[in-house]
């Protein structure tokens, strides 16, 4: 029997009223492969995704690939300079064209050699001459919408979604003066099954309440009492972000408390002495420090596995300093506690869940973001709900 009836839908009302009244999502909706299945039609292939960072690609025929909920894309730069991204499924018999990355002029399937551009089109398609009817401009690769944003690129899987760009408007001002177009990631890194569920990561990444309780002493410069809420989430944003405030300027998410990198030079001392933190959803989540701005690429594997990549962005003047990687060193070792804490929270979270006892709890209100989030999910939860149970 489905899970997805009139009754859960209903049940989903008590999540979304007021933080003071609001109860958490139930249980089943971060443990079902129903429920998952579910999310990956009524979100994920309809939302914006974001993919990685634009310099990842800086030259024509630069691509890599990245696989969305079984679904396998190349991200590409074409001959125009403008980014693409495709389905890395080969029109022939469905061979998964490339993995990885590299620098490519076509797309050569490795199975019959059929060769696509740099932009979808078939170009050739040895020895199907005696096909009847086969027409090469019938049979390129199936192309996603694409938007740049912030230095990100995010992609669409609904050839019919709005553009991305406006919907971010909320959080637009509190970005303006890190430049992030011009921002620099050294690199990022995976870590693959992580066995919590995607909506538990995001919660996490965005949740005040916990800030200097379980992050007690590494991060008691950013106390939980300092969140704030500045900008509520309404109907055609896809952005969720909370303020954290520091007890002292430019702060940091280390040992010293204190900044390591060069400061991004245009803030101000309001945007020096706090962070922002901020759900992108159904991929990314984002934060700012004075110092550098960190990044989660959440890629569901299964209700309750996720990879997640993990980036960091610098002024270009950090990497200038010949101490730059010592300093990444320094900074990623503090964030690396938080990472290991984090992990064990979300990880006992999701064994909780699956629990008989696990329950719909009530918010604090530090917890503002997760009512918020619950919002944007259970609008477009009820849009999808199917009608037949």
Same mark, same amino acid.
């Not at 984002?286 to 960091?312: K, N």
């Given at each position: ?40 039609e009524a979100l994920f292939m309809k939302e914006w995704l974001c993919v990685g960072r634009a310099e990842k690609i800086p030259e024509t025929g630069d691509w890599f690939t990245v696989t969305l909920m079984n679904e396998p894309i190349i991200v590409t730069r074409d001959k125009q300079g403008s980014v693409r991204a495709m389905s890395a499924v080969c029109q022939h018999r469905a061979? $998964? ?44 690769? @199936? ?31 509190? *970005? ?8 620099? +990631? ?8 992580? @066995? ?20 007690? &002493?590494? $991060?008691?410069?950013? @106390? ?39 400061? &991004? ?19 990314? +989540? ?29 002024? @270009? ?10 300093? *990444? ?6 964030? $690396? ?5 984090? $992990? ?28 918020? &989030? ?16």
């Amino acid at each position: 029997m489905s899970i997805l009836t009139a009754e859960l839908l209903a049940s989903l009302d008590a999540s979304v009223s007021d933080v003071s009244t609001a109860a958490t999502l139930p249980p089943e909706l971060y443990t079902s492969e129903e429920f998952l299945a579910f999310e990956s039609e009524a979100l994920f292939m309809k939302e914006w995704l974001c993919v990685g960072r634009a310099e990842k690609i800086p030259e024509t025929g630069d691509w890599f690939t990245v696989t969305l909920m079984n679904e396998p894309i190349i991200v590409t730069r074409d001959k125009q300079g403008s980014v693409r991204a495709m389905s890395a499924v080969c029109q022939h018999r469905a061979m $998964q064209l490339c993995e990885g990355h590299g620098n490519n002029s076509t797309f050569k399937c490795p199975y019959h050699h059929w060769n696509f551009a740099l932009d979808g089109r078939l170009l050739g398609a040895p020895a199907m001459e005696r096909t009847e009817n086969f027409d090469k401009s019938e049979h390129g690769l @199936p192309n996603l919408l694409v938007e740049e944003w912030a230095g990100f690129i995010f992609v669409n899987f609904d050839p019919e979604a709005a553009p991305f760009a406006p919907t971010m408007a909320g959080y637009e001002p509190y *970005l303006v003066n890190y430049d992030l177009e011009n921002a620099v +990631c050294p690199g990022t890194f995976t870590m693959e099954g992580m @066995p919590w569920n995607w909506k538990v990561m995001f919660e996490n990444f965005n949740d005040g309440y916990h800030a200097n309780r379980l992050h007690q &002493f590494v $991060q008691d410069f950013c @106390p939980s009492s300092k969140s704030a809420f500045p900008v509520e989430w309404t109907e055609g944003s896809n952005v969720i972000f909370r303020t954290a405030g520091y007890t002292h300027i430019d702060g940091g998410f280390n040992a010293t408390h204190r900044a390591i990198m060069e400061i &991004f030079p245009d803030l101000t001392e309001e945007e020096r002495s706090r962070s922002t933190f901020a759900l992108i959803p159904p991929m990314l +989540c984002f934060g700012t420090a004075p110092d550098q701005c960190f990044f989660f690429l959440i890629r569901p594997t299964g209700p309750e596995s996720i990879d997640v990549e993990i980036g960091y962005l610098f002024h @270009p003047s950090s990497l200038e300093d010949p101490l730059f990687d010592r300093k *990444l060193a320094l900074s990623d070792a503090g964030v $690396q506690v938080f990472v290991e804490q984090d $992990q064990d929270a979300t990880m006992k979270v999701q064994q909780g869940l699956r629990s008989r006892f696990a329950p719909r709890g009530r918010y604090s209100w530090q917890e503002e973001s997760h009512v918020q &989030f619950n919002r944007w999910l259970i609008s477009r939860y009820r849009e999808n709900w199917p009608t037949t149970h």
